[in-house]
């Protein structure tokens, strides 16, 4: 993580919840979660399982999923071990999506001059320039309309329907008198 989202995190996650006079979590300072968190950012969206999952779906439907398989694919590849490991992930990554035979190829400037003999001597950031073009594109481009998808809007309206449910709150209401104790 950046300098920054560590120093975010550390903002959100190691403070304890401050109550109002209630015992109910203070607003200001409730982490985000869910669509809510997706809403913020891309980064965001592509850091929760869930929200990757319907960021999927709906590129699915846009004839661009391979965008964020290869930003996965990318991510995974950073975090292999060995050089033999590091050149298969490598090679896979160029047949599924750089080479000019890919079966999901994604669209990105001078892929061309990333020729397979880069392949043999793979280091983890060698995706990166190509990463970083397909995160910019889905940026500025799917994301917003993804937030506007009825994927998203159904998502966040059944989140906001159990979050309102009497179960929910009576579950809040115990945790909060635990918590407080």
Known sequence: LSFLKKMLFFSIFSF?????????????HQALK????????????????EGVKRFREFLKKEFSEENVLFWLACEEFKKT??????????KEIYMTFL?????????????SRLSETILETP????FQKLQDQIFNLMKYDSYS????????????????????????QTAAKRASRIYNT
Request: proline share 6%.
């Open 16 to 28: 304890p919840e401050i109550n109002d006079s209630e015992g109910h979590p203070s607003s200001s």
């Open 34 to 49: 869910g669509t809510s968190k997706w809403a913020t950012s891309l980064e965001n969206l592509l850091e929760d399982p």
């Open 81 to 90: 071990q060995g050089k033999k490991q590091m050149q298969e992930k490598a």
């Open 99 to 111: 080479s000019s035979k890919a079966s999901s190829q994604v669209n990105v400037e001078g892929q």
């Open 123 to 126: 280091h983890p950031l060698m």
């Open 145 to 168: 309309r993804f937030l506007k998808s009825d994927i998203f809007l159904n998502h966040k309206k059944s989140e906001e329907q159990e979050e309102n449910s009497p179960e929910a």
